[in-house]
């Protein structure tokens, strides 16, 4: 499995959670713009990502427990499906 990335945050924490674009300034211009340029600040900036690969990379065992789990389901819905047989 590839080891997480890190994802270096650039927004301050207000424009972060406001989901707005940030400057970078100090205060930057949005939350200046929104009169919140007292609570204008920056976190610590790196932020781990989870690997993009890591959800398809369990082991097989878990799908064969799904798989099981799933069979009886789709056959006892197959009677509504005549024509996918």
């Given at each position: 499995?590839?080891?997480?990335?890190?994802?270096?945050?650039?927004?301050?924490?207000?424009?972060?959670?406001?989901?707005?674009?940030?400057?970078?300034?100090?205060?930057?211009?949005?939350?200046?713009?929104?009169?919140?340029?007292?609570?204008?600040?920056?976190?610590?900036?790196?932020?781990?990502?989870?690997?993009?690969?890591?959800?398809?990379?369990?082991?097989?065992?878990?799908?064969?427990?799904?798989?099981?789990?799933?069979?009886?389901?789709?056959?006892?819905?197959?009677?509504?499906f005549p024509?996918s047989?």
């Amino acid at each position: 499995m590839p080891p997480a990335s890190r994802k270096i945050n650039r927004s301050c924490q207000e424009c972060t959670r406001r989901k707005v674009k940030c400057d970078g300034g100090h205060p930057c211009a949005a939350c200046t713009h929104n009169q919140t340029a007292e609570t204008c600040e920056y976190g610590s900036g790196v932020a781990v990502m989870p690997s993009a690969g890591a959800p398809w990379q369990r082991p097989l065992s878990s799908f064969k427990s799904n798989q099981a789990h799933w069979r009886p389901i789709v056959a006892s819905l197959a009677c509504f499906f005549p024509d996918s047989q």
